[in-house]
């Protein structure tokens, strides 16, 4: 499988369901529902196929991402050169209804604003953030332009926070969220330059947020050195 695996709360509050792609010529999502009982397979909604196809050339990455609302799911496939929305049933871990929204781009990060009304995405190829109304998504609206932005996450304070290649700051999509939200380009100061890092390519490319205490911490994934390294920062600071 890929990269791109996620987990969306079931309707009954409390199982998840395990939404994995595909890897390579595996064109499919992997629905399986984790429960008290254990992992299963969700046999009625697993092995839907994208409308991208099986590529034999190259492995998918990119983010995918469920809405807050568990009603949505986005895929960016960075390789492929491609934004999907799907429709998603938290009762039944059905996927339909794919919408593409962005082809010939390479986008890597996307993510859902917390209301679930909007998606945002960056696109490499462009050095952009763009964004799309959920409900009526057209043309891309351009957000933000000038940076190589790559993953995105919702920290716990509901602002969207946006990882920057070679950079020691991570940019910040923020509330009201809209078609064109305010941003904030050095959102987090890292303190730690890393243009210099042995993984420059890589080490900004996922980016997670968790609370602890009164602060915030990211743990930011180095693929090149198997490991992770972490960040502290006040959250008066944001």
């Known amino acids: 499988v890929s990269e791109q695996i996620i987990a969306v709360p079931h309707c009954n509050g409390r ?3 395990i939404i994995i792609h595909g890897y390579f010529t595996d064109a499919r999502f992997y629905v399986y529902l984790l429960s008290p009982s254990g992992l299963t397979n969700a ?12 590529f034999s050339a190259r492995a998918r990455v990119g983010q995918l991402k469920a809405s807050p609302n568990a009603s949505r799911i986005a895929m960016a496939d960075w390789n ?3 934004l999907a929305i799907y429709d998603f049933n938290s009762s039944t871990g059905a996927i339909t209804n794919e919408t593409v929204l962005m082809t010939g781009q390479s986008i890597y990060g996307c993510s859902f604003d917390p209301t679930s009304q909007f998606l945002y995405a960056s696109v490499q190829s462009t050095n952009q953030i763009v964004s799309f109304s959920v409900t009526a998504p057209g043309t891309p609206t351009v957000v933000a332009t000038g940076t190589q932005w790559w993953g995105m996450q919702i920290g716990p304070d509901g602002i969207i926070y946006v990882a920057k290649q ?3 700051f991570i940019s910040s999509i923020n509330p009201p969220f809209t078609l064109t939200p305010g941003t904030t380009n050095n959102a ?3 303190q730690q330059d890393q243009t210099n890092s042995p993984c420059v390519s890589c080490l900004f490319y996922n980016a997670c947020l968790f609370r602890k205490n009164s ?10 050195l198997f490991c992770s390294e972490f960040y502290k920062f006040d959250v008066r600071s944001l």
């Open 215 to 224: 602060a915030f911490k990211i743990a930011l994934s180095k693929k090149n």
């Open 80 to 82: 492929h050169q491609n």
């Open 188 to 190: 987090v100061d890292l």
């Open 15 to 17: 199982d998840y369901w």
């Open 166 to 168: 070679n950079n020691q």
């Open 43 to 54: 046999s009625l909604s697993s092995n839907v196929p994208d409308v991208y196809g099986p």
